[in-house]
Structures are given as C-alpha cells and as structure tokens.
C-alpha cells in the first residue's frame, strides 16, 4: 500500500509558477513509476505528465510541453510537478499518483494509487 499526499496547490496569476509536491509513504513507494493528472470542473480527469522510477524517462501532455517539468527525489520518496506560464485553463485539481511496478510510465488506465489532490487556481 502506497499513500500518497500532494501539497503546494494555490491561486497565482497567468504567468506565474507554482511547485506541486507528492509524498508517497511506503517501504518501497520510490520504485513506482509516478504521473500528475488533473480535472477541471465539469471535465473529465487528464493526464499532464509522467516519469519513471529512476527519473530517466518523463512524458509530458501536449498542452504542458516546454511548461511544465516532472522529476523525483527517491531518496526523499517525493515528486515534484514544476509548473511555468501557467494559464487559466490549467486552472483545476492535480492529482499525484502511482502505477504498477515495472511499468515504464504511468497512464490513466493504470494508476494504483491516488493522492487527494491539491487545488490549482489561475487568475487572467
């Protein structure tokens, strides 16, 4: 079992940056592969980015490329969400979460684990 709690959610301005954090607990929560997903209101949950559980490899939503950043520190079991430019649209709840072990990347379709999620709000 894997609990994971996001943090660092907040109301900034387009074009400002926010830092999402994830902390996972569990002996072996650094060896998931790990992904960011977010619903806006009235919207279906999306995903925004992934990274695997050494950090090498990281996939990112079309509509976040060259944004927004994904990386880890296992030593600390945490992933970080680095968001720039942000833009009204990236106004909703991010979600952290976990997928199967030995999967490369994380997808929609195969999450195991969800954090609470942490609100994200920008303003134009």
């Known amino acids: 079992q894997v609990q994971l709690v996001e943090s660092g959610g907040g109301l900034v301005q387009a074009g400002g940056s926010l830092r999402l954090s994830c902390a996972a607990s569990?002996?072996?929560?650094?060896?998931?592969?790990m992904g960011w997903f977010r619903q806006a209101p009235g919207k279906e949950r999306e995903f925004v980015a992934a990274?695997?559980?050494?950090?090498?490899?990281?996939d990112y939503a079309d509509s976040v490329k060259g944004r927004f950043t994904i990386s880890r520190d296992n030593a600390k079991n945490t992933v970080y969400l680095q968001m720039n430019s942000l833009r009204p649209e990236d106004t909703a709840v991010y979600y952290c979460?976990?997928?199967?072990?030995?999967?490369?990347?994380?997808?929609?379709?195969?999450?195991?684990?969800w954090g609470q999620g942490t609100q994200v709000t920008v303003s134009s």
């Open positions: 990274i695997n559980w050494t950090g090498s490899n990281t």
């Open positions: 979460a976990a997928g199967r072990v030995g999967q490369a990347l994380v997808v929609l379709g195969t999450v195991l684990y």
């Open positions: 569990g002996r072996t929560s650094s060896i998931y592969p």
